[in-house]
C-alpha cells in the first residue's frame, strides 16, 4: 500500500513541474540553455584570438548599445542580449579598431532587436536607418566617427554567419530563477520578488560594464546564480548560512557586500547585515523557514550548493574590483534603476 505522505508529495511535484511548464520555466528548458552555454562557450574559448579588443573599444561599443536602447526605449532584456551577442562576437574575428567596435556593437543590437520581434510579433521593429542616427549623435559627438550602414550590414552578415544563436543573457537566466521561485513557492514571496528583480538587475548591470561575458569563469548562468543568492540574501541574510559554508568563504565579506548593497538601494534595514543573524538567536520555526527557503531557491536554480558557493564568489570577486554602480563620464544614468531601458 502506498504512503499517503509519498503520494502528496508525488503530487505537491507534479504540480510544480506542470507551473513551471505552463510558465516558460521547465526543469528541461534550463537543463537545454545550460547545455548550449557550456558548448557554446566550450567552442569560443578553442577560437579565442591572441589580441581581443581592449576595454576602451568595449566600453565604446557598449555606451553605443545604451545610447541607442534608451533613444529607441527598449525593453532592457534586449540591452543585455545585445551586450552578450557582442561579447562573444569578439571571439571571432577579433575587435581590431574602434570603427569595427562600434559597427558590429550597432549590428549586435540591430539584429538582437529584429530576433526579439520576429519571437513576439510585436510592432514592427525600428529601422537600422534609425539607430544609425541614435548611434552616430555619441560617436561622432565622442569620437569624431561615423557609422556607416554598409558597415554595419557586414558585421551583421558575420554574425548570422559565426553566431545564429546565443544562451540567454545574465538577465535572461535571472528572469528565470525569479518566476521558478514564485511557482515553487506559491507566489507567497512575490512582494519580495519584485525588489530582488530591481536589485538583481542593477549587480547584472555593474557585471555587464566590468568585464566581458565568461571572463574569468563568469559566464551568464553563474553570474546570474551569485547574483540571485545575493539579491535574495539581501532580504534573507540566513540564505547565505544555508547555502555558503563558513571555511569557504569569509563572513565579513559577505556582511559588507550585503551592507553595500541595502545602503545603495535603500531596500532593507543596515543592521539585517551587521549582526543578529547567527542561528543560536533566531527561532527554529524561522530556521526551518530559511532552510525551506535555501531547498527552494537551489530547485529554482536548478544549482548544487557547490555551484551556489562558487558563484557567490566569483562575482563578489568581480563587484569589488569595481564601484558598485559602473559610473561612466559619458553616460547621464548609469542604471538600471535610474533610467527605463
Known sequence: MADPADERIHRITSLVED??????????????WRSKESQEFATLNSF??????????????????????????APLEIFFDAILLYDMSCYRPPVTTLHKALSRALACYN???KCSWCHTNDSTPMALATFLKYANLHSEKYWSMKIERDDVLIEERTLILELSSTPPSVLG??????????????GR????LEKIDKLGA????????????GQGGLCPRTAAIGVFALTVAAYKPMLVEQLVSPEDHSESQMATMLAALADLHSLAPRNAFTGGS??????????LLDRALAASFQAATLA?????????VRVLEHLQAQPMLATHNRLDAPSPLAVEL
Request: with cysteine; hydrophobic share 45%.
Open 19 to 32: 507551473t513551471l511548464f505552463e510558465r516558460g520555466v521547465s526543469d528541461q528548458l534550463l537543463t537545454l
Open 48 to 73: 579565442l584570438p591572441a589580441e581581443t579588443s581592449n576595454a576602451h573599444d568595449r566600453q565604446a561599443a557598449l555606451e553605443v548599445i545604451h545610447c541607442v536602447a534608451t533613444a529607441s526605449q
Open 111 to 113: 539584429f538582437v532587436v
Open 173 to 186: 537566466w535571472l528572469t528565470s530563477f525569479s518566476t521558478r521561485l514564485d511557482a515553487i513557492t506559491h
Open 189 to 192: 514571496l512575490q512582494g519580495m
Open 202 to 213: 542593477s549587480l547584472a548591470w555593474c557585471l555587464a560594464w566590468g568585464r566581458p561575458s
Open 278 to 287: 547567527t542561528s543560536e538567536e533566531v527561532p527554529n520555526s524561522v530556521l
Open 304 to 312: 548544487e550548493e557547490a555551484c551556489v558557493q562558487v558563484s557567490i
